[in-house]
C-alpha cells in the first residue's frame, strides 16, 4: 500500500508557529552602556544623535560592552546620518579602545517622536548594519522610552524583549564621564531641597543674595568714583544771548537809595550824578530903576 503524496508532506504550521520560529536576535546591555546613550540623547533634546554598539556573540546572545559615539554624523531634527568624517572617527575610537570586539549595532534618540524606525532609519539598518547579529537601539529623551530593533525572519522587527545588566555586580558606574555630563549630573532639581531652605551645604538663599547685590552695588559705586575723577565737569551757565554776559546764578538784593550804584567798566565804581539845582528865573526889570531921582 503506498501513501498519497500529502501524506508524505509535513502538515503546514500555523502563522503563530510559524513567528516562533525565530525568536529573534537576544540582547544583554551592560547598564553603564545604557546609561552614556541615554546621556548622549539628552545633551541634544531638539536633534537627533547616533552612535555605535560594541560587543560581541556569544551562545547566541549579543553582548553590548561600550558605545561610541558618532560626533562628525549630520544631525537634523528628524534624522541623523552617518557622514564618512563619522566613521573615521568610530574605527579610530574602536581600533584603540576595543581592538576585539566588533560593532554588534548603532543606536540613535528620537527626541519627542516616540520609538521606532523610520524609512531613514531602515535604509541606515539595511545599508550598514545589515548582519543578522546587528541591532538599532532607540530612545526618547523627552519620554525616557527606549527600545531595540533587529532581524526577524529576514525583515526588520521591534525585539520583544532584551535584558540590561550590571556587570559591575555592585551598582557603581565606573565609566569615566565628560565633564559636561558630570555638570548635568551634579544639578541637583528643586524637589530635593531641605526644609531648612538650604541645599545640601551651599550656602542659605538670603545669603547669596546678599552677597550678589553688594557685589552689584561696589561696582556701580567704583564705576561713579572713576567718572568723577577721570572725566571733565561741565557747569551750565546761562547767557544773554544780546550782550553774552553770564546771567548771575542767583538774583541781586535790591539796592538802597545811599549804596553806591553799579560798577561801571573796569572795575571802578561809576560816578554818581549830582542833581542840578533847580532853575530860578531872571527877575523882572524895575519900571522906576530909569528914572533919576
Same mark, same amino acid.
Given at each position: 500500500?503506498?501513501?498519497?503524496?500529502?501524506?508524505?508532506?509535513?502538515?503546514?504550521?500555523?502563522?503563530?508557529? %510559524?513567528?516562533?520560529?525565530?525568536?529573534?536576535?537576544?540582547?544583554?546591555? +551592560?547598564?553603564?552602556?545604557? =546609561?552614556?546613550? =541615554?546621556?548622549?540623547?539628552?545633551?541634544?533634546?531638539?536633534?537627533?544623535?547616533?552612535?555605535?554598539?560594541?560587543?560581541?556573540?556569544? *551562545?547566541?546572545?549579543?553582548?553590548? =560592552?561600550?558605545?561610541?559615539?558618532?560626533?562628525?554624523?549630520?544631525?537634523?531634527?528628524?534624522?541623523?546620518?552617518?557622514?564618512?568624517?563619522?566613521?573615521?572617527?568610530?574605527? =579610530?575610537?574602536?581600533?584603540?579602545?576595543?581592538? +576585539?570586539?566588533?560593532?554588534?549595532?548603532?543606536?540613535?534618540?528620537h527626541p519627542g517622536f516616540g520609538v521606532f524606525l523610520s524609512e531613514h532609519d531602515t535604509f541606515?539598518?539595511?545599508?550598514?548594519?545589515?548582519?543578522?547579529?546587528?541591532?538599532?537601539? !532607540?530612545?526618547?529623551?523627552?519620554?525616557?522610552?527606549?527600545?531595540?530593533?533587529?532581524?526577524?525572519?529576514?525583515?526588520?522587527?521591534? !525585539?520583544?524583549?532584551?535584558?540590561?545588566?550590571?556587570?559591575?555586580?555592585?551598582?557603581?558606574?565606573?565609566?569615566?564621564?565628560? *565633564?559636561?555630563?558630570?555638570?548635568?549630573?551634579?544639578?541637583?532639581?528643586?524637589? *530635593?531641597?531641605?526644609?531648612?531652605?538650604?541645599?545640601?551645604?551651599?550656602?542659605?538663599?538670603?545669603?547669596?543674595?546678599?552677597?550678589?547685590?553688594?557685589?552689584?552695588?561696589? %561696582?556701580? %559705586?567704583?564705576?561713579?568714583? #572713576?567718572?568723577?575723577?577721570?572725566?571733565?565737569?561741565?557747569?551750565?551757565?546761562? #547767557?544773554?544771548?544780546?550782550?553774552?554776559?553770564?546771567?548771575?546764578?542767583?538774583?541781586?538784593?535790591?539796592?538802597?537809595?545811599?549804596?553806591?550804584?553799579?560798577?561801571?567798566?573796569?572795575?571802578?565804581?561809576?560816578?554818581?550824578?549830582?542833581?542840578?539845582?533847580?532853575?530860578?528865573?531872571?527877575?523882572?526889570?524895575?519900571?522906576?530903576?530909569?528914572?533919576?531921582?
Amino acid at each position: 500500500m503506498t501513501k498519497s503524496k500529502s501524506a508524505l508532506q509535513p502538515a503546514p504550521q500555523p502563522a503563530a508557529q %510559524a513567528a516562533q520560529s525565530d525568536p529573534g536576535p537576544r540582547l544583554s546591555i +551592560d547598564s553603564e552602556v545604557a =546609561r552614556r546613550i =541615554r546621556q548622549h540623547a539628552r545633551r541634544s533634546m531638539k536633534t537627533e544623535v547616533c552612535g555605535v554598539l560594541i560587543g560581541e556573540v556569544l *551562545s547566541g546572545t549579543i553582548q553590548v =560592552r561600550a558605545s561610541i559615539e558618532g560626533l562628525n554624523a549630520a544631525q537634523a531634527g528628524t534624522h541623523v546620518t552617518f557622514t564618512q568624517d563619522a566613521w573615521e572617527a568610530i574605527y =579610530r575610537v574602536k581600533d584603540e579602545s576595543y581592538p +576585539d570586539d566588533r560593532i554588534v549595532g548603532w543606536y540613535h534618540s528620537h527626541p519627542g517622536f516616540g520609538v521606532f524606525l523610520s524609512e531613514h532609519d531602515t535604509f541606515i539598518h539595511r545599508n550598514f548594519f545589515s548582519s543578522a547579529d546587528q541591532v538599532a537601539w !532607540v530612545y526618547d529623551p523627552h519620554s525616557d522610552e527606549e527600545g531595540c530593533f533587529g532581524w526577524i525572519d529576514g525583515k526588520i522587527h521591534r !525585539v520583544p524583549s532584551f535584558s540590561i545588566v550590571d556587570n559591575n555586580g555592585d551598582g557603581t558606574e565606573r565609566t569615566g564621564k565628560s *565633564s559636561k555630563d558630570a555638570l548635568e549630573e551634579d544639578e541637583e532639581p528643586l524637589s *530635593s531641597v531641605r526644609r531648612d531652605g538650604n541645599r545640601g551645604n551651599a550656602p542659605p538663599a538670603w545669603l547669596r543674595w546678599s552677597v550678589t547685590l553688594f557685589s552689584y552695588l561696589s %561696582a556701580l %559705586a567704583v564705576g561713579f568714583l #572713576v567718572a568723577y575723577l577721570l572725566f571733565p565737569r561741565f557747569v551750565a551757565i546761562p #547767557v544773554d544771548p544780546l550782550t553774552g554776559v553770564p546771567f548771575p546764578l542767583q538774583p541781586r538784593p535790591a539796592q538802597s537809595p545811599s549804596s553806591p550804584g553799579p560798577a561801571a567798566a573796569g572795575g571802578k565804581p561809576a560816578p554818581q550824578s549830582t542833581p542840578a539845582a533847580p532853575a530860578v528865573p531872571p527877575a523882572a526889570p524895575d519900571a522906576n530903576s530909569g528914572r533919576k531921582k
